[in-house]
């Protein structure tokens, strides 16, 4: 249980970095995406539903943005995640970075799709799209911090 | 455990979970809808996240920002004689522009001194770094490491060495959230120069704000510099924002001058609107007089009315009533038919004033 939440609070923070350019603007819940997708699909029994909500209320709360959104697309991609889990956990890494695209791609969609309607506005999906991009290249680079804690879980 | 009782655990767990599921996308829809209704305890807990994150971030930014300045070190050594031979020649550009520099403050002294023009009141500033991006794909926004006991407030403004960025909307006791310009929610009154055209400039998550409510009596041209106006006493006015573009469908939009750079440090300006003014009342002459007596009543017609002066003595004598001025034909102004015009005159219709036009650099 230390572990997910251990990898939850680095991933939160590397999300908060100020990288700027670099990444854009506000390379948010990019790491977090990715540990949760890395937890649902190793042992999603090491990590319960409210951790992940809180991780995303938190990006919520520190980011202005309208609260529950994050919080929102984070559960219901860690439920999807870990109802996909049969499947995901036979996959090689090609396939299972594959699965992660088309699972970040209905998230970033989703968040979207929810930020316009609290807006009243459709927003520009230049950012999303960004944010997307950033997070699907961040995922093999992020696994390698995440890889070394799978020798725990298979122990 | 036996295999009848593994089920009954293994159907409640199911339950458990799905009932928390449940439970928890109620509350951040419930979340959501309060937050629309910009409530108290969000607003406040927004707070407490700022002050519980930026003392952490600003411990674990600490080998990113080693590594991203070695970064930006070797990119700058990398074209090393470029940017000399860069910088040598707007040196020399600058040169001339220093000294047309002094000569329009000195012009500009002389203007002040004769229009007896009041100098702007000093405004103080907190220096802070920006110590995490927290905005994410729908916020613009960055946290400043400078709070409610640095002497923060919402609502002011924050520059870099390039312009304004944004302004506080959130404070916590040690650091600030900072909406820049270009969030969806950001609206700051500017003005467009040549021609001090007001106009308001609105954020849309794009990389360059709207301008809109543009006055479109001053013509504004592609390059035209955009500051802040001051009007409503909220940002103090004439702090450089931006440069104009004109976009493709007809509209106008600012290409910031703190745009593509990474912000660092900034300032927080504490500036306060210059409207503390005494209420009004009488002049300090009249306000020892005894009090106004009425006038007695006079006959309609025959000798003019006697008035009372604040002393009592009926000594002043009106004149007699002014008969009505006619109304003049147009509220405004007279209306000067074009062939009454000199041929040179400013407002002549066959000489428009033009932007560099003589007529619009009669201020110069």
Redesign the interface.
Known sequence: MLLPAGSMMLALLASLVPLGSLAGQGAMPGFLLITVFFWAVERPGWLPLLPVFLAGLLIDLVSGGPVGLWALSLLLFYVAVRRERATLIKMGPSARWTAFIAGVLLTGLFAWALASLYYFTMLPPGTITWQVVVTVVLYPVWMLVLAPMRRFVTD | MNEPSRRIAGRFSALT?RA??VF??V??????L???AENFM?EK??EV??DW?VP??HT??SP?NLV?DLFDEVAVYSDLHESNARLQAEVDEMKDWKAHARELELKLARYEALLNVQPDPSINYITGQ??????????????VDVGREEGAASGDAVIDGNGLVGRI??TGDKAS?V??LTD?NSRVPVMIEPGEARAVLAG???RWPKIEYMSSSVPVGVGARVFTSGDGGLIPPGLPVGTLIAMRDGSWRVALLSG????DYVRVLKYIFPNKVDQPGPPDSLKNAPPYKAPEAQPTSGTPPVVTDPAGNKTKKLAPPVPPVPPAPSAQAPVIMPEDLPADAPGAPDAPALPGSDADQRGD
Not at chain 2, 260 to 263: A, E, G, Q, T, Y
């Open positions: 979970s928390s599921l928890l996308i509350f951040a829809v419930a979340l959501l309060l937050g629309r969000i807990a927004r996240a700022i994150v952490v971030i674990v930014a990113f991203r920006i110590v995490a991006e927290t905005g994410g794909p729908f916020v613009e926004a960055v946290l909307v959130a959230r909406l820049l969806l849309d998550n794009t593509d750079k990474r912000i």
